[in-house]
Structure formats: C-alpha cells, structure tokens
C-alpha cells in the first residue's frame, strides 16, 4: 500500500492501544512492544523487557531477554518482525517503546555487536516484504542490549573523519548512526564487502565503533538522514538481515556471527525490489476534492 501513513496506521494504532496492557500477562518479562508503522510495521519490532536470572547480581549482558525474544518471535502477528530489537528496561525506568530515537540511544549506547547479534536464517518472513530471496522467504535478527553503556554516541561528524574512496556522503541520521552513500566511480568489480574492507585499519574501527556504531549504506543519504520517518523506512524496509548485515572486524565463532567494528546495514534499493510506490498528484488531488466539505464523500469521513 506504499510508505505509511496509509490506511493501516490507523488500525495498528488501535491495536497498540487495545493489546498494550495485556502484553506483559501474555509474555512474562515483557513490559511493552511497539511494531514501528514508519518502518511498514512488520519489519522493525522494538521491546522493552526485564532481565530477571540475578536480581542480586549487576547485569552486563542480554540473559533472559533472549528467552522473551524468542517468546515474541513465536507469539501470533509479532512472528512478523525481521528486526526485533529488545532492551533491558532497567537501563532506563522512563522508557518507552513508542520513543524511538530515544530506544535506540539507549540500544546503541550499550550493544556489544560481538556478542549482541542473533540471527533466524532461511525461515519465513510477511508476504508483503520484498527484501527477502523469495516469496515468504527471508531471514530475521534480534539485536539484544543490557547493562551500562560502552560508548558516547556521537551527534556529529568530525572533520578529520575520512571514509575510503567509494563511500561518500555521509549523515548522521541519530546519534551514533550514520548514512553513507556507495559511489560509482567507474570500478563496478570493488563491492560492498571490498571497500568495507578499507576501514578495517583498527584505530579506524575503534574510533567508528566507538562513536558511530551503526552505519547504514543507501542510496541517498540526505534523504535517508533528513527525517527520523526516512532513517526507518529505509534502513529496514530495504534489507534482509542475514544478505544486508555486514561489519568491520567480522568473525564467526562456534557459529555465532559478530563484529569488532561498526554494524554495517546494506539498505540500498536492490535489483529484485518492488520500485518505490509513489502516489499520483493528479490522483491525490481528485481524492481531495471528493472528500471536500459538501463533497461525495465527506458524509463518510
């Protein structure tokens, strides 16, 4: 039905409202979720729940959140989501799902992407997502973060701040994301993966991690960055976590997946996406009128 809002914002709203008081009766150790409509809804779901193993003991990392996202996974419509990305509510007794950038301040604040990364391949995702290897057909990843915070999320970029040649443009959409654009310069062999490979120096790893955690590659970061709605739309309506994650110092470890760096978000327009679902001015204009004052159907409205 193209970006939202369209007519389903509405309804999921509703939803929200209805099932928000009974979500922590359903799943124990979740206080509150929110499937983000700026994101189309089922591909970016966020969680607020509790780690509970050690009341007595500080925690430093995702024990029981893990059980509860895989609780969420396995509960009715929240089986959709191909991004869940869960936090612990201690970490913030204020925070609210509904307050995006704010949750993944405190996510990004805190996630270890060595250790913070668990991936659903080969399994099923929303009929109507178009960024997976067939129909039905993609991967999910739940991103997981507790504790204290490990780093200070830049909000700016500094100026001796250099990316190699092929990656350009880059804008801060939140603090501590980034958006950067893959440039043709003629070399259509050099890839993702090989420029990525330019930044894997580890002074330049650390210093990207530890203030931009998380880089998103797309194909207009002015756009993307402009607005909190665009950053979600892109970012996640566009990639399928297991072909689109990429990450600076990358390694796989008794089959778990990590990096050292900086997570790397391919979320650029591939070639087997639907094109963008643009509405027709000439259209949206007749549908004005229509709906006008003393038009046919202002009565309904």
């Given at each position: 039905?193209?970006?939202?809002?369209?007519?389903?914002?509405?309804?999921?709203?509703?939803?929200?409202?209805?099932?928000?008081?009974?979500?922590?009766?359903?799943?124990?150790?979740?206080?509150?979720?929110?499937?983000?409509?700026?994101?189309?809804?089922?591909?970016?779901?966020?969680?607020?729940?509790?780690?509970?193993?050690?009341?007595?003991?500080?925690?430093?990392?995702?024990?029981?959140?893990?059980?509860?996202?895989?609780?969420?996974?396995?509960?009715?419509?929240?089986?959709?989501?191909?991004?869940?990305?869960?936090?612990?509510?201690?970490?913030?007794?204020?925070?609210?799902?509904?307050?995006?950038?704010?949750?993944?301040?405190?996510?990004?604040?805190?996630?270890?992407?060595?250790?913070?990364?668990?991936?659903?391949?080969?399994?099923?995702?929303?009929?109507?997502?178009?960024?997976?290897?067939?129909?039905?057909?993609?991967?999910?990843?739940?991103?997981?973060?507790?504790?204290?915070?490990?780093?200070?999320?830049?909000?700016?970029?500094?100026?001796?701040?250099?990316?190699?040649?092929?990656?350009?443009?880059?804008?801060?959409?939140?603090?501590?994301?980034?958006?950067?654009?893959?440039?043709?310069?003629?070399?259509?062999?050099?890839?993702?993966?090989?420029?990525?490979?330019?930044?894997?120096?580890?002074?330049?790893?650390?210093?990207?991690?530890?203030?931009?955690?998380?880089?998103?590659?797309?194909?207009?970061?002015?756009?993307?960055?402009?607005?909190?709605?665009?950053?979600?739309?892109?970012?996640?309506?566009?990639?399928?976590?297991?072909?689109?994650?990429?990450?600076?110092?990358?390694?796989?470890?008794?089959?778990?997946w990590g990096c050292r760096g900086s997570l790397v978000i391919d979320a650029r327009i591939k070639p087997h996406h639907a094109p963008p679902l643009i509405e027709d001015p000439a259209v949206s204009k007749k549908i004005d009128v229509l709906a006008a004052r003393g038009g046919p159907l202002a009565k309904w409205l």
């Open positions: 039905v193209g970006r939202p809002p369209q007519e389903d914002t509405s309804f999921g709203e509703l939803i929200h409202e209805l099932t928000g008081p009974v979500i922590p009766t359903v799943l124990p150790g979740i206080k509150e979720v929110n499937a983000v409509d700026a994101s189309g809804v089922h591909p970016l779901l966020l969680a607020i729940g509790s780690e509970r193993y050690w009341p007595y003991q500080k925690t430093t990392q995702p024990q029981e959140l893990l059980t509860q996202a895989s609780a969420i996974l396995g509960q009715g419509q929240m089986s959709l989501a191909k991004y869940l990305w869960i936090v612990d509510g201690a970490v913030d007794r204020d925070l609210r799902a509904s307050q995006i950038e704010r949750f993944f301040r405190r996510m990004l604040e805190r996630v270890d992407w060595k250790r913070d990364l668990h991936f659903h391949t080969q399994t099923t995702i929303d009929t109507l997502d178009y960024s997976g290897h067939g129909m039905n057909a993609g991967s999910k990843v739940v991103i997981a973060a507790t504790g204290p915070p490990i780093r200070e999320l830049a909000k700016e970029i500094s100026d001796d701040l250099r990316f190699p040649a092929g990656l350009g443009n880059p804008q801060v959409c939140l603090p501590g994301v980034l958006a950067v654009e893959l440039i043709d310069d003629g070399d259509r062999g050099l890839e993702l993966r090989e420029r990525l490979t330019l930044l894997q120096d580890e002074a330049v790893m650390y210093r990207l991690s530890s203030t931009f955690p998380l880089i998103v590659v797309v194909d207009d970061s002015r756009f993307t960055a402009r607005t909190l709605n665009n950053f979600l739309w892109v970012t996640f309506t566009r990639s399928n976590p297991a072909a689109d994650i990429y990450g600076l110092g990358e390694f796989t470890n008794q089959k778990h």
